[in-house]
């Protein structure tokens, strides 16, 4: 059993500097491959420490190298982009910036996923590892990288030369903000998040004016028909010991209410741990597009296509072994959250490294929250109660988050940064 009761008196040293940096990058969110602004923060700051700096990296990441003497290199990683989502924290550095989608419509953006505070974190462990020369040895690689969001950030750099141009590092370290307690870090070794792919489905009909549905083939039916079904490929065809989670976020069609359109596009979203579910969870949906639209009577054949996919992020059993007692020493509580259903590119830079992953979530919740939890069970209770990333409640508190968030990654890798 572990214990978390006592944690709203546990704070940490202040961080003011890298907490007016968190807020100004969350007063001014960027979409992914548009993180301009932010880049240039991050260029200023490692240039200030003294890091070999290169911006541009796969589009907009930035890469800060710190050469302290012979030794292996680290990764050390933070992801810097946004989502379009208007923010509701009503906080007094909330986001009221807009964008423009690739369809040319004005979206509200905002840092609803913690990214901003993940590039706080990670540029306050590098200033603390550029003051403390003597504690570490090899050469420490920040890599800010840009569009997680879009799965295509982590493989953008890398085609970019990530590797052939800074070298490969032994390991790839990193964390994601969470609601969980702040000051609470939770590390699953093995799967620990899903791998994910992103699809479109156009479903083709014929139009009609909306007096005259006979003359239609709706594909707004279709689309409605293919919701439903799709909801049974989990329940009705996933075993009961697996996961596999299957959300359609997104519904396209029409113009007016009085015009049966010709066409209808969903976006799907699936998360999976397990490759040979994943193959089943595709099939199933391509099956399902296929069914639907040849009982509609469509004269073409529906399109699926796969817009992002990218792998599972595994933990290193070895290395998170030897990773676990330098964040034993930032956080009371460590915990198992167990494999999470969310995704994150982070484990393509470990994969073409060949390198080891050690990528552990961050609690980030105010801890009075939690009062009076016992298990872990209770604590994750709470946690479905509070709003969640990509929530426009989203709203880490600022400590000790940041201050443990910074601690862990700096004692993180000067575990690997030694002869």
């Given at each position: 059993?572990?214990?978390?009761t006592g944690?709203g ?9 890298w907490a007016d ?7 001014h969110p ?24 290169t ?23 933070a992801?810097?982009?946004?989502l ?9 550095y909330?986001?009221t910036?807009v964008s ?8 509200p ?7 901003d505070?993940h ?8 200033e603390r ?8 040895s090899?050469?420490?690689m920040?890599v ?8 295509a ?12 141009r800074?070298?490969?590092p ?5 964390q994601h903000?969470?609601p969980?307690p ?8 093995g ?8 699809l ?17 083939v ?8 293919m ?19 299957v959300t359609?976020?997104?519904?396209h ?11 209808a ?8 741990f ?25 004269s073409?054949?529906?399109e699926?296509?796969?817009i992002?996919?990218?792998?599972a ?5 070895a ?6 007692p ?9 915990v198992?959250?167990?494999p999470?259903?969310?995704s ?18 961050l609690g ?14 209770e ?7 509070l ?6 409640m989203?709203?880490?508190v600022i400590?000790?988050?940041?201050s443990v968030g910074i601690g ?12």
């Amino acid at each position: 059993m572990t214990v978390v009761t006592g944690l709203g008196g546990w704070m940490t040293a202040s961080t003011d500097r890298w907490a007016d940096v968190y807020r100004d990058v969350h007063a001014h969110p960027e979409l992914s491959f548009a993180e301009t602004r932010t880049a240039g923060i991050v260029e200023s700051h490692l240039v200030g420490m003294g890091f070999e700096v290169t911006t541009g990296v796969g589009g907009t990441g930035v890469v800060g190298l710190f050469r302290n003497g012979p030794g292996p290199t680290a990764l050390v990683r933070a992801d810097m982009d946004a989502l379009p989502v208007l923010e509701a924290t009503g906080l007094p550095y909330a986001s009221t910036q807009v964008s423009t989608d690739a369809a040319g419509n004005q979206i509200p953006v905002m840092h609803a996923c913690g990214h901003d505070l993940h590039v706080a974190c990670l540029l306050g462990a590098c200033e603390r590892l550029a003051e403390s020369l003597d504690t570490w040895s090899g050469t420490l690689m920040a890599v800010f990288q840009p569009a997680e969001e879009f799965g295509a950030g982590a493989q953008a750099m890398i085609d970019d030369g990530l590797y052939t141009r800074f070298g490969k590092p032994v390991v790839v370290l990193g964390q994601h903000v969470a609601p969980l307690p702040a000051g609470v870090i939770g590390l699953h070794v093995g799967v620990a998040f899903a791998a994910a792919d992103s699809l479109k489905v156009i479903l083709h009909g014929q139009g009609a004016h909306g007096s005259r549905p006979e003359a239609s083939v709706d594909p707004i039916v279709m689309a409605a028909a293919m919701v439903l079904r799709v909801q049974t490929i989990v329940s009705r065809e996933i075993p009961a010991g697996e996961t596999a989670v299957v959300t359609i976020g997104t519904l396209h069609a029409g113009t007016a209410a009085n015009i049966i359109p010709d066409r209808a596009e969903l976006g799907f979203s699936i998360r999976t741990f397990n490759t040979d579910v994943r193959d089943r969870v595709l099939a199933a949906i391509e099956r399902i597009a296929r069914g639907e639209a040849a009982t509609a009577g469509a004269s073409k054949p529906p399109e699926v296509e796969s817009i992002a996919s990218f792998s599972a992020v595994i933990n290193d059993e070895a290395a998170c072994a030897r990773t676990l007692p330098s964040l034993r020493s930032l956080s009371p509580i460590i915990v198992d959250p167990g494999p999470v259903t969310g995704s994150e590119d982070v484990g393509l830079l470990a994969s073409a490294a060949g390198a080891p992953c050690v990528y552990w979530l961050l609690g980030g919740t105010d801890p009075a929250h939690f009062d009076g939890a016992t298990t872990t069970d209770e604590m994750a209770a709470r946690s479905r109660d509070l709003p969640s990333n990509h929530s426009p409640m989203f709203a880490p508190v600022i400590e000790p988050t940041l201050s443990v968030g910074i601690g862990a990654l700096t004692a993180a890798a000067q575990v690997w940064l030694q002869q």
